[in-house]
Each structure stands twice: as C-alpha cells, then as structure tokens.
C-alpha cells in the first residue's frame, strides 16, 4: 500500500450506532488531518494531530471522537451521530503542521448517518 | 463567512482551449496559495501552488496567476485535455496565527472538457 489509505469506503449507520473510521499513512509522515466535505460545502478541517498529539479542534461536537496511537494511524470515532453529519470524511497526512508541507489526500469515507 | 471563494460551481471547456478557474479570498493574511484536483471516489491531488510573493508559477500545462491587490488567484490550464475533467478547489493557508498551516478550501469548480 502506498501514500494515504482509508477505510472503510463507505459507511451507513444508524444514529445510535458506534462505529469508527480509520487512516493509515505509508509517507513517513508526522502530521494527520481529518476534514469534512459536506454537500455544496468546502471541505472544513475538523482535527489535526502532531507527532501523535493532537494541536487544533475546530469547534467539532464531541459525538466525533479522534485517536492517533502512532504517526502512521488516526481513527475518528463515531457515536450518535445525526443525519446532518452524512458527508465525505477525509483524511490527510503531511511531513509537519507547518504551512510549507504539502497535504496528501486519501479517497474518503462516504458516510451515510439514517 | 467564507474566506475561500470559487464563484463558477461548473465550467465546461472544448478540448485543445484554455481553461480559466477563479478563486477569490479575503483574509489579507493568507501567504500560501493552492490547487487540488479531485476525481469521483478519489481523494484530493495537490497541483500546482503559489507563494504570496510571487505573482505567478507555471507547471508544464498549468500556470496560477496571484493579483494580491484584487486578492485573487487563477488557474490556467492550456491546452485542457479531457484527463483534465474533475472538480478543481483553490486553497490557501497562512504562516500566522492559531490556525498557521491550515488550509482553508473553496467549494471547487467542476471542470468539464469536451473533446
């Protein structure tokens, strides 16, 4: 596998469901986003971890829940999620926080929230 | 409000002609300028960028165009290829603040090119 993976590619669920989405990078790099891309709407960062700590909220409710156990994996964990959520998540992965790296996209996770 | 703007949701251009996209800002502290091309069930691809201190970059058939003083920036693809067809967002960061490094996005302008 190379560059950014996400899994899984889509996903519906029931607003009392638990589920979680997970991004896994193979660039050696040190810096994860998740962002949200909801319909006619630009994509919005929701989260982003350095070195595994995480270094800016955006104002996200606290149904999504973020995890990095190491710099090459982040989970967003889901729970009572609300129709308003359904969107496409994205994950992304640069060698640092600092505006000079580029950010490298995986393809997404297409959520459904019924 | 919005800090990113890309006012043409679609444009659709005849193969072998230049394709214009447009991207407005407001935020006079953006410095770092880019554009991403996105296919359906893919990921964004970065594409070309610009530093606030140039006015201008080209990249084989892409060139980005930076007017500072009317805050927007400008992508032309010549000539377009039908490969070329996917949804193109314009995003720029900033190196100050709370939120330096993060990139704020524009809705994308889907492109279309017709062969």
């Known amino acids: 596998e190379t560059g950014v993976t996400q899994t899984p590619r889509h996903l519906v669920m029931g607003m009392t469901n638990k589920k979680s989405l997970k991004c896994e990078q193979h660039?050696?790099?040190?810096?994860m986003y998740w962002y949200k891309q909801s319909a006619k709407k630009p994509l919005e960062l929701m989260f982003v971890y350095s070195l595994e700590e995480r270094v800016e909220n955006n104002s996200v409710p606290s149904r999504f829940s973020p995890e990095c156990p190491n710099s090459s994996h982040l989970f967003l964990h889901l729970h009572t999620l609300q129709p308003e959520d359904s969107a496409l998540y994205l994950c992304?992965?640069?060698?640092?926080?600092?505006?000079?790296?580029?950010?490298?996209f995986g393809p997404g996770t297409r959520l459904t929230v019924t | 409000d919005q800090q990113v703007k890309q006012n043409s949701p679609s444009l659709s251009v005849q193969e072998g002609r230049i394709s214009i996209l447009n991207c407005d800002y407001t935020n006079s502290m953006f410095d770092y300028f880019l554009w991403y091309k996105k296919y359906p069930a893919e990921g964004p691809t970065f594409l070309i960028s610009i530093s606030s201190i140039k006015d201008k970059n080209e990249d084989g058939r892409f060139t980005v165009f930076l007017n500072k003083s009317a805050k927007h920036l400008s992508l032309h693809i010549v000539p377009s290829q039908p490969g070329d067809s996917a949804v193109y967002f314009c995003a720029a960061k900033t190196n100050y603040g709370g939120s330096q490094g993060n990139l704020i996005f524009g809705k994308g302008t889907k492109l279309s090119v017709k062969p």
């Open positions: 992304a992965s640069s060698q640092g926080p600092s505006p000079s790296y580029e950010q490298y």
């Open positions: 660039l050696g790099h040190n810096a």
